[in-house]
């Protein structure tokens, strides 16, 4: 690693700084969006229903040199977000931090390097506040890692670019599959529903959990080996891992129940009131989420097509102050419709495969990522090396001693 030298954040960009330290005018008829750290993600800038707009004179006001080597970083609450500029109609406001990688410098391979844990560790080490923390422009400048030969940076970031890539293609791919399925539910069951099928309560054909949580003044309830998931995990799109693991013991002498894979999960308090998702793998939930278990007479792809599809009718149930929520009961009245054997064993034939390959191409993802992840820092550290070797990258240990 001799050739490799440390050099600090600011040695590689030619500018570094934040949006605006302020409210712009919106105009809801703008076309320029008002950013900030919550609208990076996975490397993107994402549009939210709740991004704000402006006209274009406030845009030219408040303008940054935005360009083809702009990375962009959250630095205010929610820290360490990715985002790289792709000609965005966009403007910054303070919780974005944004800096333009010199032309000398691989600019995705800077993208990792404030990827890698190290770089999310260090912001969050040296961040300010104690209610929102804030990360200085001066701690960004002064990151310090080890800055490879131009080359290296090439392949390094070809090799972590190729991971993302097939992880990005597999969850656009999801995205699709599920919006197929979402529209042929919605044609077979919704626009073209017969008159003579039966409309049924959902409490009087499935069973409705509630989830619950052991007591954790009790040491002997958790670590085991029995996943369960707190309600932020019905954020995603598919549940692959477990917040945390409890014994038989903490399942034994709590309310919660072992819901099976396929189980539509749905959180009922909260932030995530509403959250809609489905287990790919046997587990517990918390009190505030309840799982609704397929049968015989309606398979787990019907069911979570249907509460999908009919959530905000389900929430519309919602009680409280300032904690809305809904209960089971208020899931358990339901109706959902059962319709003739023939058109509902038609409709399977042609949903199944499609959640089977969403499943698939969802552990797929998994696997990508904890590669990703594996190899990033791995890399940074240049504790594996890869180089082209009769026309294919080769990955090496150094072992301190050489490349192979």
């Known amino acids: ?32 969006y008002f950013i900030n750290g919550n609208n990076l993600d996975n490397g993107k800038i994402t549009i939210k229903d709740s991004t704000k707009k402006t006209s274009i004179e406030e845009y030219k006001k408040y303008k940054k040199d935005l360009n083809n080597r702009t ?25 974005a931090c944004y800096f333009n990688v010199k032309e000398n410098v691989e600019k995705l391979f800077i993208k990792y390097v404030v990827t890698n844990n190290h770089f999310q560790e260090h912001i969050n080490v040296f961040a300010n506040g104690t209610t929102i923390k804030n990360v200085s422009l001066k701690t960004m400048r002064e990151y310090p890692f080890f ?39 919605r044609q077979w069951f919704v626009e073209e529903v017969q008159e003579d099928w039966k409309v049924i309560k959902i409490g009087d054909y499935l069973d409705v959990l509630l989830g619950g949580t052991p007591s954790t003044k009790n040491k ?15 954020n995603k799109f598919r549940i692959l891992e477990p917040t945390k693991y409890i014994t038989q013991l903490g ?27 489905r287990l790919e793998i046997d587990a517990c939930a918390n009190q505030s989420v309840i799982g609704i278990i397929g ?56 949903i199944k495969p499609i959640f089977d390959k969403i499943s698939k191409n969802s552990f797929q993802i998994r696997t990508l990522e904890q590669m990703r992840d594996t190899l990033l820092p791995k890399l940074m550290r240049g504790e594996i090396r890869v180089k082209y070797g009769k026309g294919e990258k080769i990955f090496a240990p150094t072992d301190k001693k050489e490349i192979l």
């Not at 001799?2 to 076309?31: A, C, F, I, M, R």
């Not at 002997?220 to 019905?234: A, K, L």
């Not at 099976?260 to 998702?277: E, N």
Request: charged share 20%; glycine share 8%.
């Open 295 to 350: 049968s015989e007479e309606f398979t787990n792809e019907y069911i979570y097509l249907w509460i999908k599809h009919y959530i905000k009718d389900i929430i519309s149930n919602q009680t409280g102050g300032a904690q809305q929520h809904i209960n089971r009961n208020d899931v358990k009245n339901t109706t959902i419709i059962k319709p003739d054997e023939v058109t509902y064993e038609k409709f399977m034939n042609l």
């Open 251 to 277: 399942l034994d002498n709590s309310s919660t129940k072992l819901l099976p894979k396929g189980t539509t999960v749905l959180a009922i308090t909260g932030a995530t009131l509403g959250q809609v998702s």
């Open 1 to 32: 690693m001799s050739e490799w030298k440390e050099v600090k954040l600011q040695n590689v960009v030619s500018k570094l700084g934040d949006g605006l330290h302020g409210t712009p005018k919106y105009d809801d008829n703008g076309e320029y």
């Open 147 to 185: 800055l490879p030969p131009l080359h290296e940076q090439k392949v390094i970031a070809e090799v972590l670019s190729s991971l993302d890539d097939k992880i990005d293609l597999l969850h656009r791919q999801n995205k699709t599959l599920e919006q197929m399925a979402e529209t042929l539910f």
């Open 71 to 95: 990375i962009l970083v959250s630095i205010n609450g929610t820290l360490g977000n990715i985002g790289l500029y792709n000609n965005e109609k966009c403007f910054l406001g303070k919780s």
């Open 220 to 234: 002997d309830y958790w670590n085991g080996n029995i996943p369960w998931v707190n309600s932020g995990e019905i």
